[in-house]
Structure formats: C-alpha cells, structure tokens
C-alpha cells in the first residue's frame, strides 16, 4: 500500500503530462485522492493487500499517528481537487495549464505522502524539501508578479529553515554516536545514550527549521503571502495539509525528548513559540485588510495553539490531535470559498466585498458556518480541542496561561468575525446586487468538510475516536 501511495501520484503525474487530455487529467486528479481515501483506511483497518519492496519496508510504515495525519491530507485533497475542476472552468485553463497544475499537485501530495510514513529522520527532511520545491511551483501558478515574489520568498524562507533543521539533525547525530543510526526506532529505543547537551542544541535547530514550514510566529513571514496568492484549492492543500506534515516532523522528534526526559525544555521552547504565534497573529488580525491573508494569520494562531497542545502532556497532546483536523477542514472549507468570493468581487481586500449573502447566498453561508468552525463554536469539534487544552493548563499546573490564552483567542475571533460579517451582510446601496450561484463543484468540497465537522463535533464515531486516541498516544 505504501508502494501505491509514494509512486502513483508519480505515475498519473507523467500520464497527464503526456496525455495532454483534459478528460484523463480531470479523472486522475479526482481518482488519485480517493485511491488515497482508500488506502488509507486499508491501512487503518490494519490490511495490507500488497506486497512490498524489503527496503520499502525498512524505510517507510504506517503507524497510528502517521495514518491520522494521512486521512485528514486524503480528504481535504480531495476537496481541493474537486474545486480545482472550478478553478480550471473559471480561469479558461488550457489543457497543458490544467495538466502541469495537476502532475505538480500530484508530485506535491507524493512529497507529503514521504514525510508522513517516513521512518528515518534524514530522509523525512529530504521529503520536506521535495515538499518546498513542489508547493512553490503551484504557488505560482497564474504567473504573476505577485505570485512570482511570494513563490520566491517561499522558497528563500523555508530553504534557510530547513537547511538549519538539517543542521539540527547533524548535531543530534554527534550526541548518538554510540549507536550511529538515526532511524526513529533507534533514536527512541536508544534515546538515554544521546548526549543531553548535544540533544536540546539539536531541538532547538530542528524547532526553528520545521517551524519555518510549519509557519509558526517568528519564523512565519513566508506564510500569509503564500497563501494570499496560490490559487485558492492550493492554499486549501497549504494551510490543511502542508502545514501539518513539518508539524508531525516536530513530533516525532519531540517524542525523542520525551523519551530521554528532557521535555521540559523542549515544552518550554513549544510554549513559548505557541504564545507568541498567537500574539502575533492576535496584533495582526485587528488591522487586516486582505481576507485571503487574513485566513492565513488564522493557519498561524492554530499551529500555536497545537504547538501548546503538545506541550501540554497527554490531555494537551490528545487535544491538538482534535484541533489538527478541526483546523485542516475548517480552513479548507474557507480557502476554497474564499475562491469563490474571489470569483464573484475580483478583489481581495475586506472593504470591497459586501453584500455576499445576496450575491451568493450559498457560499455566504458557507463562510460563516466555516468561520464559527475555525472559531471553536459548537458543535463544531475546535470547542472541544480548546476547552481540553484550558483543562490541560490547569491539569499541567499552569492554569494562569489559560488566561492570556482566551484573551488571545478572543481577540483574533472578534477579528476574523468582523471581517466575515461585514462581507457577508454589510451593504453598499448605491450598488445593484444581482444574486449569481457557481458551478456544483465551487461548493461541494466545503460542505464535504463541514459536515465532517459537524459529524466529529456532534457524535463522533468510535472509530475516529480510537484513532485520534492511538495517534495522541504516540507522545508518551
């Protein structure tokens, strides 16, 4: 299965581009992200219906944290995909734009696939580079300046991050000399040989390098360009999927901490980063005018806040398991229907969209049901990520940071629910509003993802259950 999931996309990649035929492009872009679906809950329901390749074996696997993050990417690139036929209608794509988009996408999925079933730590960074360089090709896609200077800054941001990551993995090397591996079994088995010092010198290399990617404050710079201008379904793939592969990278290497009882310096580091990422995106969020950027600043303050998760010890780590899959459905669902707010208004600026709910009845609710999402209202299951962290504080004996906690995120909920408010139901009445309703596909990935999150927030499956509780396990 894992042989599927690492060289098809590859495959369909190179039949698309060969092809050149918008019926085959169109079908592998829908077909890949189901097989995906598939193999997934293969995996999860502990099949394995192929046999691999021993060294496939040694180098990649499925385990229960690397299988929650492989559904949640499964089902919000199926979402993107779908909207992606939207997107290809709407900007008269050609058939080599629709083909290119595509095999990229694929090669940026395969990438992703890399990092998430990785077993050993050197190679995980080589499929979180291969990630850099693929997501920066679709980011820019409609070839325009601006997207040309994000793209760039993407790439020149993330590449120092994870060039100091892989720094961060030399040093942790020179701390494990006794047993010369860095196979992640080994680095946990053998975790009380690593040299203490040695070992935080290297976390703090690797929380900055794959902080970078994962976009956290004060290494985020690269963020809110890149999603204010990628084509919508791949803004959706950055912020739901992208950005929780480098974040499992950080888990697997907190878990090592753990394992070798120096968490308490690496949860100070993780708390602090948590804070300031919600801070910063608190200050920003109060003064944005690019609604785009402003769901970027979101991505931010969530990372944060699984950053906190994880500091937090088991209520904490089984809490951020929850808001990882909140926040990648939620902020799908608003990614891809910002593309249609894009579509109607032709801006991307706060103060020119208004009247939504008349122009589009359907996408206007869309946004606000997504914005209650994101936000932790209920049903929806970020209420319950969030009231499990207030408890996790206290449970942690730090229940003064609940505090600024809620303070924070009260800040940034009055924000983003200005802005969403006023788009939706503010009103400029020298202007006509003609209502106009979009293709299916502009809808259907959205209410695919929330009622998933309805369904999570209102009665969650047993199932989904065990699986976010066997994932929250991996942290000891």
Known sequence: MIFILLFLPVLLGAIVLLSK???????????????????TISAWSGLNWIILPGWLNIFFKFDPI?????????????????YSIFYFDEHNCSVQQEAVYTATMFLFVAAMTGVLLSTHLALMWVFVEATTLTSALLIYFEKKKSSLEAAWKYIYICSIGITLAFVGIIILSIGSR????????????????????????????????????????????????AHSEAPSPVSAMLSGTLLNTAFLGLIRVQEIMIDAHREEFSNFLLLVTGFLSLL???????????????????????????????????????????????????????????????????????????????????????????????????????????????????????????????????????????????????????????????????????????????????????????????AASFLN
Do not use: C
Request: zero cysteines.
């Open 178 to 225: 006794s047993f010369n591996s860095l196979f992640f079994s080994d680095l946990y088995s053998h975790s009380s040989e690593i040299n203490p010092f040695w070992l935080q010198i290297s976390f703090a290399f690797i929380l900055v390098g794959f902080g970078t990617k994962v976009g956290v404050a004060p290494i985020h710079a690269w963020l809110p360009d």
């Open 66 to 82: 690397g299988i929650l993050f492989l559904a949640v990417m499964s089902v919000v690139f199926l979402a993107s995909s779908i």
């Open 280 to 470: 910063i995106s608190a200050v920003f969020m109060l003064q944005i005018k690019n609604y785009k950027r402003m769901l970027a600043y979101s991505s931010i303050e969530n990372m944060g806040i699984l950053f906190i998760g994880i500091a937090l010890g088991k209520p904490g780590i089984f809490a951020a398991m929850i808001l990882l899959a909140a926040h990648s459905f939620s902020k799908t669902s608003l990614f891809l229907t910002s593309g249609n707010i894009l579509h109607h208004f032709k801006t991307k600026k706060i103060e020119s969209v208004h009247s939504l709910l008349k122009r589009d009845s359907i996408t206007g609710w869309i946004w606000i049901i997504s914005l209650l999402s994101i936000s932790g209202i209920p049903p929806f299951p970020a209420f319950i990520a969030k009231f499990l962290i207030a408890k996790a504080f206290f449970a942690a004996g730090l229940g003064w940071l609940s505090i600024p906690f809620f303070i924070l995120l009260a800040v940034i909920i009055y924000g983003m629910g200005n802005a969403v408010f006023k788009m939706s139901f503010g009103e400029n009445k020298s202007e006509i509003i003609e209502s106009k309703r979009l293709n299916f596909s502009a809808y259907t990935g959205q209410v695919l993802m929330l009622l998933l999150l309805i369904a999570i927030g209102t009665n969650i499956p047993e199932t989904v259950l065990n699986l976010l509780k066997n």
């Open 21 to 39: 035929s918008r019926i085959i492009t169109r079908t592998s872009l829908i077909l890949l992200p189901m097989v995906y679906i598939a193999v």
